[in-house]
């Protein structure tokens, strides 16, 4: 099969390949939730499907953001998605603002979005609790405007985190609300949440989520991290009552650690219980530890390398939105005129 002429976005294969979409906020320094439960996953897609991963800004900015801190994450979160491993030359990495149809796709599903339904989100209930000073409209939007990138490149799977499944129902819901009123215009894109890295649970308090904005420092570990934070943290982790490490439901902070251990190693939970059978938590969280840095020592070592070179990381980011505006705009020419916006 012979590619066409033009665009690489013309190119007969990736007509024909399956198209998955991601997104990860470069709001504060990244944890090992977000490589676990996200980044980490991405690049099984990379032969088999036509991939975008962008970096949400639109998304930061429904919290208030420090102008050249949210510029300085930009930039290492596209480090950070090429330092675990996704190739620039097989996956589609772009800023979400340099692509103009988010925020247009965005506001017209607003239209298509009730609000009992955003009133639902408990991203929303969250977060307005947490910013009770700033409860701002995009925040309450927030859904609609990842409905938007998703359904913008006729998306098929989203690997994301579990937290993020709620908002992924509700795009399902808007486009599958679209395709009735016009025709089928969205494909109804399927959630992919990995099985074995769920939810990565805070160190300290194991029944809440591991936060990257949490202030009690041992309880997040950052992708970034040196060894010896990383080592020093799994040691102050909080363990459960007994001493046996066994996955269970009482048993909250040793499963999350299991659950983590088992993401950096492979290993099934049965084989992970037997392993530390008859020894200690403390041996068991220095093992996670050693564990947990020796798999991001590769991740901080090309992050380093591509973080010093920001011409490159621009580049990478140019070209990126130049191959997701392709998409972005045969889509949005499709949408207006369904509509019946003129032109
Ligand atoms: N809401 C996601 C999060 O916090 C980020 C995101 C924005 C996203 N748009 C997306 C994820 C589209 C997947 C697909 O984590």
Same mark, same amino acid.
């Given at each position: 099969m012979t590619a066409r002429h033009g665009h690489r976005g013309e190119k007969m294969e990736n007509a024909e390949k399956k198209r998955v979409f991601s997104g990860v906020q470069p709001s504060g320094n990244l944890t090992i939730g977000n490589y676990l439960g996200a980044i980490k996953n991405f690049k099984s897609f990379e032969e088999q499907y036509k991939t975008f991963y962008c970096v949400v800004d639109l998304h930061a900015i429904t919290v208030r953001q420090v102008p050249a801190e949210l510029r300085r994450r930009t930039y290492e979160t596209l480090a950070l998605y090429m330092a675990s491993g996704l190739d620039e030359t097989k996956n589609t990495l772009f800023v979400q603002s340099h692509v103009h149809e988010h925020a247009e796709l965005g506001w017209i599903l607003d239209c298509y979005t009730m609000f009992g339904e955003l009133s639902r989100m408990t991203q929303f209930k969250d977060k307005s609790a947490k910013h009770a000073e700033n409860i701002n409209a995009g925040l309450f939007t927030y859904p609609a405007l990842m409905a938007a990138d998703i359904l913008l490149y006729g998306t098929d799977i989203v690997p994301v985190g579990i937290d993020q499944k709620q908002h992924l129902e509700l795009a399902r819901d808007v486009a599958m609300r679209f395709n009735q009123i016009y025709s089928d215009t969205f494909t109804v894109p399927e959630g992919y949440i990995s099985e074995s890295t769920m939810k990565i649970m805070s160190l300290a308090e194991p029944t809440a989520k591991m936060s990257k904005?949490?202030? $009690?420092? $041992?309880a997040v570990v950052y992708i970034l991290d040196s060894k010896d934070d990383i080592m020093r943290k799994f040691k102050r982790a909080v363990t459960d009552s007994g001493s046996e490490v066994r996955y269970s439901e009482d048993k909250p902070g040793v499963s999350n650690l299991m659950t983590i251990y088992r993401a950096f190693t492979g290993k099934e939970l049965a084989d992970i219980e037997r392993e530390f059978d008859g020894v200690g938590y403390g041996e068991f969280k220095l093992a996670v530890g050693e564990a947990c840095a020796d798999g991001l020592a590769p991740v901080r070592e090309r992050y380093n390398q591509l973080i010093a070179d920001k011409a490159h990381l621009e580049a990478v980011m140019k070209a990126g939105a130049e191959e997701a505006s392709y998409y972005a705009r045969r889509m949005m020419s499709k949408v207006r005129r369904k509509i019946g916006f003129v032109g």
């Open positions: 904005s949490d202030t $009690n420092q $041992n």
